[in-house]
Protein backbone atom coordinates (compact mmCIF):
# COMPACT_ATOMS: atom_id res chain seq x y z
CA UNK A 1 0.00 0.00 0.00
CA UNK A 2 1.44 3.35 -1.12
CA UNK A 3 0.74 4.89 2.67
CA UNK A 4 -1.22 7.91 3.10
CA UNK A 5 -0.95 10.57 0.70
CA UNK A 6 -1.34 14.45 1.06
CA UNK A 7 -0.60 17.49 -1.77
CA UNK A 8 0.84 19.47 -1.81
CA UNK A 9 3.55 18.84 -0.04
CA UNK A 10 4.60 22.74 0.33
CA UNK A 11 2.48 25.17 -0.16
CA UNK A 12 3.20 29.25 0.09
CA UNK A 13 0.36 31.84 -0.37
CA UNK A 14 -0.02 35.41 0.55
CA UNK A 15 -2.51 36.46 3.38
CA UNK A 16 -6.09 36.57 2.56
CA UNK A 17 -5.89 33.53 -0.36
CA UNK A 18 -7.63 29.90 -0.10
CA UNK A 19 -5.63 27.04 0.22
CA UNK A 20 -6.90 23.31 -0.16
CA UNK A 21 -5.03 21.15 1.73
CA UNK A 22 -5.67 17.00 0.05
CA UNK A 23 -5.87 13.48 1.53
CA UNK A 24 -6.23 10.24 0.34
CA UNK A 25 -6.09 7.47 3.31
CA UNK A 26 -5.24 3.91 3.32
CA UNK A 27 -8.02 1.55 1.55
CA UNK A 28 -10.04 0.11 3.80
CA UNK A 29 -9.55 2.60 6.81
CA UNK A 30 -12.63 3.45 8.27
CA UNK A 31 -11.29 7.03 10.39
CA UNK A 32 -9.63 9.92 8.77
CA UNK A 33 -8.21 12.67 10.93
CA UNK A 34 -6.69 15.97 10.38
CA UNK A 35 -3.75 17.67 12.59
CA UNK A 36 -2.24 20.85 13.08
CA UNK A 37 1.63 20.49 13.77
CA UNK A 38 3.40 24.07 15.32
CA UNK A 39 6.52 24.91 17.34
CA UNK A 40 4.03 26.56 19.89
CA UNK A 41 0.78 24.44 20.38
CA UNK A 42 2.61 20.72 19.32
CA UNK A 43 0.40 18.39 17.45
CA UNK A 44 -3.34 19.47 17.81
CA UNK A 45 -6.61 17.36 16.12
CA UNK A 46 -8.62 19.61 14.03
CA UNK A 47 -11.34 17.02 12.91
CA UNK A 48 -11.87 13.88 12.40
CA UNK A 49 -14.53 11.85 9.93
CA UNK A 50 -16.05 7.88 10.49
CA UNK A 51 -17.04 6.45 7.33
CA UNK A 52 -16.79 10.47 5.83
CA UNK A 53 -19.05 11.83 8.66
CA UNK A 54 -17.32 14.62 10.13
CA UNK A 55 -17.67 13.17 14.02
CA UNK A 56 -15.76 15.81 15.67
CA UNK A 57 -14.62 19.04 14.62
CA UNK A 58 -14.53 20.71 18.05
CA UNK A 59 -10.68 21.22 17.30
CA UNK A 60 -11.04 23.75 14.33
CA UNK A 61 -10.02 26.61 14.86
CA UNK A 62 -12.11 29.26 12.90
CA UNK A 63 -14.81 29.27 10.66
CA UNK A 64 -11.94 30.10 8.07
CA UNK A 65 -11.49 26.47 8.22
CA UNK A 66 -13.58 23.44 6.62
CA UNK A 67 -12.88 20.02 5.94
CA UNK A 68 -14.88 17.41 3.64
CA UNK A 69 -14.66 14.13 2.78
CA UNK A 70 -17.02 13.53 -0.08
CA UNK A 71 -15.90 10.10 -0.44
CA UNK A 72 -13.88 7.19 1.38
CA UNK A 73 -10.66 7.70 -0.80
CA UNK A 74 -10.38 11.28 -0.32
CA UNK A 75 -10.77 14.41 1.87
CA UNK A 76 -9.70 18.34 1.98
CA UNK A 77 -9.10 20.41 4.49
CA UNK A 78 -9.99 24.26 3.20
CA UNK A 79 -8.81 27.46 4.71
CA UNK A 80 -10.64 30.57 3.37
CA UNK A 81 -9.31 33.56 3.78
CA UNK A 82 -5.38 32.11 4.88
CA UNK A 83 -4.04 34.07 7.72
CA UNK A 84 -0.12 34.36 8.87
CA UNK A 85 -0.93 32.61 11.89
CA UNK A 86 -2.02 29.51 9.81
CA UNK A 87 1.37 28.85 8.57
CA UNK A 88 2.11 25.35 10.07
CA UNK A 89 2.28 21.38 9.14
CA UNK A 90 -1.10 19.78 8.44
CA UNK A 91 -1.53 15.96 8.68
CA UNK A 92 -3.50 13.93 7.45
CA UNK A 93 -3.67 10.37 9.31
CA UNK A 94 -6.15 7.20 8.92
CA UNK A 95 -7.27 4.00 11.07
CA UNK A 96 -9.10 1.25 11.04
CA UNK A 97 -11.82 0.50 12.87
CA UNK A 98 -10.59 -2.32 15.44
CA UNK A 99 -8.35 -0.23 16.55
CA UNK A 100 -9.51 1.41 19.19
CA UNK A 101 -8.06 4.95 19.91
CA UNK A 102 -5.04 4.27 17.77
CA UNK A 103 -2.52 2.98 15.29
CA UNK A 104 -2.97 6.22 13.09
CA UNK A 105 -0.56 5.99 9.94
CA UNK A 106 0.46 9.81 8.96
CA UNK A 107 0.75 10.79 5.82
CA UNK A 108 3.87 13.28 4.95
CA UNK A 109 2.44 16.36 5.72
CA UNK A 110 1.67 19.85 3.61
CA UNK A 111 4.13 22.69 5.06
CA UNK A 112 1.70 25.62 4.90
CA UNK A 113 3.21 29.10 4.96
CA UNK A 114 0.91 32.24 4.74
CA UNK A 115 2.84 35.91 3.96
CA UNK B 1 -9.62 15.51 30.94
CA UNK B 2 -6.79 13.28 29.54
CA UNK B 3 -3.26 14.40 29.40
CA UNK B 4 -0.01 13.77 28.58
CA UNK B 5 3.42 14.89 29.95
CA UNK B 6 6.54 13.99 28.60
CA UNK B 7 10.34 15.04 29.30
CA UNK B 8 11.46 17.68 27.81
CA UNK B 9 14.11 17.97 25.25
CA UNK B 10 16.51 17.99 23.62
CA UNK B 11 18.41 15.23 24.81
CA UNK B 12 21.62 14.58 22.90
CA UNK B 13 23.44 11.15 23.35
CA UNK B 14 26.48 9.69 21.98
CA UNK B 15 25.66 6.37 20.10
CA UNK B 16 25.83 3.18 22.22
CA UNK B 17 24.23 5.59 25.08
CA UNK B 18 20.93 4.54 27.12
CA UNK B 19 18.27 6.38 26.35
CA UNK B 20 15.49 6.81 29.00
CA UNK B 21 12.64 9.44 27.82
CA UNK B 22 10.10 9.72 30.31
CA UNK B 23 6.13 9.74 29.72
CA UNK B 24 3.09 10.08 32.50
CA UNK B 25 -0.37 10.49 31.58
CA UNK B 26 -3.60 11.51 33.21
CA UNK B 27 -6.83 9.72 32.48
CA UNK B 28 -9.99 8.56 33.35
CA UNK B 29 -10.70 4.58 32.15
CA UNK B 30 -7.94 2.31 30.69
CA UNK B 31 -6.58 4.02 28.24
CA UNK B 32 -4.40 2.69 25.39
CA UNK B 33 -0.63 4.33 25.19
CA UNK B 34 1.35 4.87 22.42
CA UNK B 35 4.97 6.04 21.11
CA UNK B 36 5.24 7.93 17.87
CA UNK B 37 8.42 8.60 16.37
CA UNK B 38 8.99 10.95 13.62
CA UNK B 39 11.88 11.92 11.78
CA UNK B 40 13.18 14.82 10.16
CA UNK B 41 10.24 15.84 7.35
CA UNK B 42 8.21 13.47 7.74
CA UNK B 43 4.78 12.24 9.40
CA UNK B 44 4.69 10.34 12.51
CA UNK B 45 5.27 6.37 13.19
CA UNK B 46 3.88 4.47 15.35
CA UNK B 47 6.77 3.17 17.06
CA UNK B 48 5.15 0.78 19.50
CA UNK B 49 2.19 0.55 21.83
CA UNK B 50 0.61 -0.96 24.76
CA UNK B 51 -3.26 -1.66 25.76
CA UNK B 52 -3.56 -2.78 28.91
CA UNK B 53 -1.63 -2.40 32.42
CA UNK B 54 1.84 -4.93 32.41
CA UNK B 55 1.54 -4.51 28.77
CA UNK B 56 5.16 -4.33 27.45
CA UNK B 57 5.22 -2.76 23.99
CA UNK B 58 8.51 -3.20 21.94
CA UNK B 59 9.69 -2.44 18.59
CA UNK B 60 13.23 -1.89 17.03
CA UNK B 61 14.90 -2.35 20.20
CA UNK B 62 12.87 0.02 22.46
CA UNK B 63 10.64 -0.87 24.67
CA UNK B 64 8.08 0.34 26.80
CA UNK B 65 5.71 -1.02 30.13
CA UNK B 66 2.30 0.37 31.01
CA UNK B 67 2.63 1.08 34.32
CA UNK B 68 -1.09 2.21 35.65
CA UNK B 69 0.31 2.14 39.29
CA UNK B 70 2.68 5.17 38.31
CA UNK B 71 0.62 6.02 35.33
CA UNK B 72 3.65 6.16 33.15
CA UNK B 73 5.00 4.72 29.88
CA UNK B 74 8.76 5.72 29.76
CA UNK B 75 10.64 4.57 26.72
CA UNK B 76 13.94 3.07 26.71
CA UNK B 77 16.39 2.16 24.76
CA UNK B 78 19.31 0.05 25.84
CA UNK B 79 22.05 1.28 22.64
CA UNK B 80 20.99 4.41 20.62
CA UNK B 81 22.12 5.17 17.27
CA UNK B 82 22.97 7.95 14.87
CA UNK B 83 19.71 6.70 13.31
CA UNK B 84 17.31 7.19 16.25
CA UNK B 85 17.81 10.57 16.40
CA UNK B 86 14.23 12.01 15.93
CA UNK B 87 10.94 13.20 17.72
CA UNK B 88 9.20 11.35 19.89
CA UNK B 89 5.80 11.22 20.92
CA UNK B 90 3.88 9.59 23.79
CA UNK B 91 0.50 9.50 23.25
CA UNK B 92 -2.52 8.53 24.95
CA UNK B 93 -5.68 6.95 23.33
CA UNK B 94 -9.48 6.86 25.12
CA UNK B 95 -12.81 5.71 24.86
CA UNK B 96 -13.39 7.61 21.81
CA UNK B 97 -10.76 7.89 19.02
CA UNK B 98 -9.19 10.71 19.86
CA UNK B 99 -5.55 10.45 20.68
CA UNK B 100 -3.89 13.06 23.07
CA UNK B 101 -0.21 13.53 22.33
CA UNK B 102 2.40 14.56 24.26
CA UNK B 103 4.22 17.86 23.20
CA UNK B 104 7.25 15.84 21.91
CA UNK B 105 10.86 14.74 22.67
CA UNK B 106 13.55 15.60 20.27
CA UNK B 107 16.27 13.05 20.29
CA UNK B 108 19.97 13.95 18.86
CA UNK B 109 22.35 10.85 18.61
CA UNK B 110 25.95 11.64 18.06
CA UNK B 111 28.35 9.46 16.62
Known amino acids: DAGVIQSPRHEVTEMGQEVTLRCKPI?????LFWYRQTMMRGLELLIY????????DSGMPEDRFSAKMPNASFSTLKIQPSEPRDSAVYFC?????????????FGPGTRLTVL | GDSVTQMEGPVTLSEEAFLTINCTYT??????LFWYVQYPGEGLQLLLK?????DKGSNKGFEATYRKETTSFHLEKGSVQVSDSAVYFC??????????FGKGTLLTVNP
Open chain 1, 93 to 105: ASSETSNRGGDRF
Open chain 1, 27 to 31: SGHDY
Open chain 1, 49 to 56: FNNNVPID
Open chain 2, 27 to 32: ATGYPS
Open chain 2, 50 to 54: ATKAD
Open chain 2, 91 to 100: ALGGSNYKLT
